[in-house]
């Protein structure tokens, strides 16, 4: 059997093999292990430059597609301008395809996820952003979650990424997001330290954009700063994004250029020497699913303090139990909070960090991929 798949995250090529970064590849991987073959639908990038690469595998074939340009209005008028060359290569390769996978939100795979079902091919999609309502939440959003609910009346695998007693919306299932493998899984060592370091390092992993809420971060720690000059302290940034320029120079006017390390994006053996070796995890995202960098820090026992969004609650508990929630957006409380892990005396930092890595032991890309596999397997009985 034969999947495509359409996703705006950008590939490259080194050496005749196709990579791409973040827990993207991993998935990519995952989803494509029962099919004999995969059609990726991606913007290419030059391979100059790129770090963090992973490889996707060999039955993967990459489609370079055209990478939607401008932001707003102009970005919507070049989707509708571009339309009848998205449709072409979405006919070109879904007719060849049993099934089509597009990870949404997303402009060009919420296109190819309506052309899909229109043409009635069988439908796997996974929602990695807030299903919940927040602030965050755009028309766009709206509209894509009813067409979600749609497709999941007529037999089609819609997935949620998060985790609930509920079901997200009749015939929609939770899903877990994750890049450990088993085996990475149990060749990293954690940090199991009792208390904070000398000079305490925290730090925040992903894509350095609006909505993952660093600049809220860097408000935050701006306060205690002022607060108390003295207080040691460095945040350390790993990833990279459009924002990266503007969260250096607001790091610089709130006087934090010298407590803040920028690491860009760091491939997955880099990430995992490093991390355990940070204090703990802050991830002030303003809108999420279920972030795979809760896993990440969790793995590496690095308690998480994050926004209350998707299933936060759910990964990180509501009691202290692997970490903190606080609002999204909310500067003064995310301040406040980071103040007292930095000033507390009493905190077992130890517990948290086995309660940590107890919890991701079975957060597996290989679980993962089989749990996708029996979903579809229910639904569409040709499925090994």
Known sequence: ???????????????????????????????????????????????????GGIKLADN????????????????????????????????????????????????????????????RKKILARYGSSWKVTNQTSSMHRFTKGAMKFAAKLGHVMLVTGTGEVPPAPGVEWIFSTSLSADLIEAVSPNCSETLSPVPQLVYIGRLSTEKGVHVLLEALGKIKKREPELKFKLNLIGDGPERKKLS????????????????????????????????????????????AWLDAM???????????????????????????VQPGDSNELGERIFGLLTV??????????????????????????????????????IQ
């Not at 102009?74 to 996978?101: A, G």
Request: glycine letters at 8%.
């Open 249 to 292: 120079d607001h790091a610089a006017n709130l006087d934090l250029d010298s407590s803040i390390i920028f690491h860009g994006q760091l491939n997955q053996t880099e990430l995992f020497d490093l991390l355990p070796k940070m204090d703990f995890c802050v991830q002030p995202s303003l809108t999420e699913g279920f972030s795979k």
């Open 60 to 119: 993967i074939v990459v489609v370079p597609i055209q990478a939607p340009k401008g932001s707003g209005p102009l970005r919507k008028l070049f989707i509708l301008t571009f339309l009848p060359y998205y449709l072409w290569k979405f006919y070109h390769y879904f007719r060849k395809s049993s099934v089509v996978h597009t990870p949404l939100p997303g402009d060009v795979p919420l296109l190819a996820f309506l052309f899909a079902l229109i043409s």
């Open 1 to 51: 059997m034969v999947i495509s798949a359409v996703s705006y995250k950008p590939c490259w090529k080194e050496d005749g093999e196709w990579y791409s970064s973040g827990g993207f590849p991993h998935q990519m991987n995952g989803i494509a292990s029962p099919y004999s073959l995969m059609y990726l639908l991606v913007p290419a990038i030059q391979a100059e430059g790129q770090k």
């Open 345 to 382: 005396d009493t905190l077992e930092f130890g517990e948290m960090r086995k309660a940590c890595r107890s919890y991701v032991s079975d957060k597996t890309l290989e679980k993962w991929a089989a749990k996708i596999r029996e979903i579809c397997r229910a639904k569409w009985e040709e």
């Open 299 to 325: 793995l590496c026992g690095l308690p998480v303090l994050s926004s209350n969004v998707g299933a936060a609650e759910s990964v990180i508990g509501n009691k202290g139990e692997r970490g903190w929630l």
